[in-house]
């Protein structure tokens, strides 16, 4: 008796011990931060669009390869100026490189061959430009402080030289030390030049009064006109993305770090349709991102430091370079919270093993009825066993759908891959454009979805009937699922979010609403409870 008592006394203990370590594992874990649903999802969308970005840029070089075989084909000096210029505009995002090779060739052609001044200034300014967006801050001010003259200008490349200089001045503002030593004026000592030359009410007017309310601090009234902006853009344009930027900036300021992350991820997905390689927006998504997710923190940084050393300029590279640095820490961080956790999970399991090697001397010492017990034990695990087995079959099945679906996909990334390093993009977005893949891919997902499903609940369509009017039941084909079945078979499962369920059978959150409508309409007694009902299926299929 007293040594039962003993055993009691060391088990309880032994469970209070346990009991207390697991509950400040919990309570460690619980204080981790976390996403926000609306912003996981915007991540995965923004995912997507980065799983698609070899695509565009594929698009991006067609377009640039048209480009050049016109400009190879085309003598008249004022023709190829033109399409050099618009050839420096396209690469002015992608390639610093080769933007400045074809602005430094429209300076020729304007001075050698058109004998044209404006031309020449033009070139000239967004050569400044450029070295100004770059980092290149000493070449950009001795262009435009030292080699343009604005009394010579025209009024429109006038508007556009003072434009330049407002933006240039702008991007300085953040770099402690280079305007006091090159002696450059705050970019509000540009806005009266501005404003006196630019249409009223013309892009680049309301953003330079967004831009002044927001160095104001009026925010209210720079979000009304960052809301006209973006509403004269469509979400493809590369204006968006800038716009898009500004207006996470008035987010911030106003304390909305979900609006905030919206804004930027727009602006990030973008820049990636428009294959831009210069870019902030993925950059600070990655920095928000980074205390509750690092490895994807470090994909994005990962992603923009090769785009920017693609894009070759000198300021980008070394901003991502410092976020690289709290990527380290925060793996490192982590690196050590596992360790500690698994010193945690070492204690706790240490203390299983004595409270289970404690209760088995116990049990073994007070058992009569082993062999019974054995018994009843082995016939449990031969039933759990057919019932792993049966299990197994469907994961076997569906992992070899997945494989073939992979194999698939793979074959064919092949084949895209192909063409594009033989430089036949337009034969790439003919067969993209005339590719069923997605189509093929979600039939496929269809049918191993109604295999599956039908195999664990075969008397799914007739138990859900039953909750049906005669006039309203449904009738599938043999083994296979209607689209209204689809939904209700995921609500029956667990999921009865109608965006979730969208996702997943890829609709429309408003296709998926009017099946539902549909059905219900039809639904014997209360239409309100009939997904309820469903639900309850699942306990008797």
């Not at 853009?233 to 300021?253: C, G, L, M, T």
Request: charged fraction near 25%; charge should be positive; include cysteine.
């Amino acid at each position: 008796m007293r040594s039962r008592f003993l055993i009691s006394i060391v088990v309880i203990a032994g469970l209070i011990v346990i009991a207390g370590l697991t509950g400040n594992l919990l309570s460690s874990c619980s204080r981790r931060p976390s996403l926000d649903r609306a912003t996981a999802d915007k991540l995965e969308e923004l995912d997507r669009y980065i799983a698609s970005r070899q695509i565009y840029y594929a698009r991006k070089n067609g377009r640039l390869e048209s480009l050049r075989s016109i400009i190879g084909t085309t003598a008249n000096p004022e023709a190829l100026y033109e399409l050099k210029m618009n050839m420096a505009r396209e690469f002015f995002s992608y390639s610093q490189d080769s933007t400045q090779h074809y602005l430094k060739s429209c300076q020729a052609i304007a001075r050698d061959l058109l004998k044209d001044n404006d031309r020449y200034n033009a070139a000239t300014i967004m050569l400044g430009h450029l070295y100004g967006k770059g980092g290149s801050y000493l070449e950009a001010s001795q262009i435009l402080y030292g080699q343009i003259d604005s009394a010579s200008l025209s009024p429109a490349l006038k508007a556009e030289y003072y434009w330049v200089l407002y933006d240039f001045c702008g991007d300085m503002a953040g770099n402690s030390g280079i305007v006091e030593s090159l002696s450059i004026p705050p970019a509000s000592a540009y806005l009266p030049t501005l404003f006196k030359l630019l249409p009223k009410d013309s892009p680049r007017w309301r953003i330079a009064l967004r831009n002044k309310y927001l160095q104001e601090r009026k925010l209210d009234s720079a979000d009304s006109v960052s809301r006209l902006l973006l509403a004269g853009v469509k979400p493809e344009d590369r204006d968006y993305a800038i716009h898009a930027f500004f207006q996470s900036e008035i987010e911030e300021r106003r304390g909305n770090q979900k609006q905030r992350m919206f804004w930027l991820i727009e602006s990030a997905k973008c820049d990636l349709v428009n294959a831009v390689r210069d870019y902030a927006s993925l950059t600070m998504v990655a920095q928000n991102i980074l205390p509750t997710d690092v490895d994807r923190s470090f994909r994005y940084l990962r992603m923009a430091q090769e785009d920017a050393l693609a894009y070759n300029a000198r300021l980008r590279p070394w901003q991502i370079s410092r976020f690289l640095m709290d990527v380290e820490d925060a793996y490192a961080k982590r690196q050590a919270e596992a360790n500690r956790s698994a010193i945690l999970a070492a204690i706790i399991m240490a203390a299983l093993v004595l409270v289970l090697l404690l209760i088995t001397r116990m049990l073994v010492a007070r058992s009569r009825n082993l062999t019974r017990t054995q018994a009843a034990l082995e016939s449990s695990n031969r039933k759990l066993a057919q019932a792993d087995k049966v299990k197994g079959d469907y994961i076997v099945n569906f992992l070899e759908g997945l494989s073939s679906q992979v194999s698939v996909i793979r074959a064919e990334d092949n084949h895209f891959r192909n063409l594009l390093k033989q430089g036949r993009a337009d034969q790439l977005l003919k067969e993209l454009s005339i590719s069923g893949r997605s189509e093929k891919a979600k039939e496929e997902f269809y049918e191993t979805f109604d295999r599956t499903f039908l195999a664990m609940y075969p008397d799914f369509p007739e138990r859900f009937n039953a909750l049906l009017k005669e006039e309203g039941r449904i009738y599938p084909p043999a083994g296979r699922l209607t689209t209204e079945l689809r939904i209700f078979a995921l609500i029956c499962l667990g999921v009865d979010d109608s965006k979730k369920i969208a996702s997943m059978l890829d609709y429309s959150v408003s296709t998926i609403y009017n099946y539902k409508v549909s059905v219900k309409n039809m639904a014997l007694g209360d239409r309100d409870s009939f997904e309820k009902r469903v639900k309850e299926l699942s306990y008797n299929l």
